[in-house]
């Protein structure tokens, strides 16, 4: 799988929009682009996924570039239960995903 | 109703005993999958499984192998462990669809001493 590259981590203000950005320069035509974000002591959870087009859905907003050679996850409101781990995955099989060290979004009130 | 879940959630043992933890998802998934997060919070994938097919990483160690009863199970076992072991380990499924999402247990921490 192509690799990505996130931030170490972020900080946000509680009910402000949350940008989080991820590099993959080496992405190929059929891989797509997961987000998933771990909170503390819990397992991941999954967020959205794309592959061309922008995606919404209850959760949060994903941006791709024309080019898909970054993305960007929009959460339109922070709140202080979205301080999590955010990790930015390329797959052509949902079935093996290869987390990287994904970024640390922070919260404060 | 928890979607998947995992005992134990905390497994303290000695080096070179064998252990294992189960994992049951009510899903209704075909594909059932474990990962490994190390003390610096790394996540690998260990094993991908359905009824038609295991996927083993590579750098798994034979030491460690899934056991599915049924569609709806997929526990671990480990046999000899080493200290290098002590890590949380989280079961997930999904359908067999190349680009569901995945669901993910709790996670069950192990440590080896």
């Known amino acids: 799988d192509a690799k990505t590259t996130q931030p170490n981590s972020m900080e946000s203000n509680e009910e402000e929009p949350v940008h989080l950005p991820c590099n993959h320069s080496t992405i190929s035509g059929t891989d797509y682009i997961h987000w998933y974000r771990q909170l503390p002591s819990q397992g991941p959870e999954y967020v959205i996924h794309g592959l061309t087009s922008n995606v919404n859905n209850r959760m949060a907003s994903l941006a791709i570039a024309e080019d898909r050679k970054s993305s960007t996850l929009i959460l339109h409101r922070a709140t202080l239960r979205d301080a999590a781990v955010y990790y930015c995955?390329?797959?052509?099989?949902?079935?093996?995903?290869?987390f990287g060290g994904g970024t640390r979004l922070m919260v404060k009130p | 109703d928890t979607a998947v879940s995992q005992t134990p959630k905390y497994l303290v043992t000695q080096m070179g005993n064998d252990k294992s933890i189960k994992c049951e998802q009510n899903l209704g998934h075909d594909t059932m999958y474990w990962y490994k997060q190390d003390s610096k919070k790394f996540l690998k994938i260990m094993f991908s499984y359905n009824n038609k097919e295991l996927i083993i990483n590579e750098t798994v160690p034979n030491r460690f192998s899934p056991k599915s009863p049924d569609k709806a199970h997929l526990n671990l076992h480990i046999n000899s462990l080493e200290l290098g072991d002590s890590a949380v380990y989280f079961c997930?499924?999904?359908?067999?669809?190349?680009?569901?999402?995945?669901?993910f247990g709790p996670g069950t921490r192990l440590t080896v001493l």
């Open positions: 997930a499924s999904s359908r067999w669809d190349s680009y569901n999402e995945q669901f």
């Open positions: 995955i390329l797959t052509q099989s949902g079935n093996m995903l290869t």
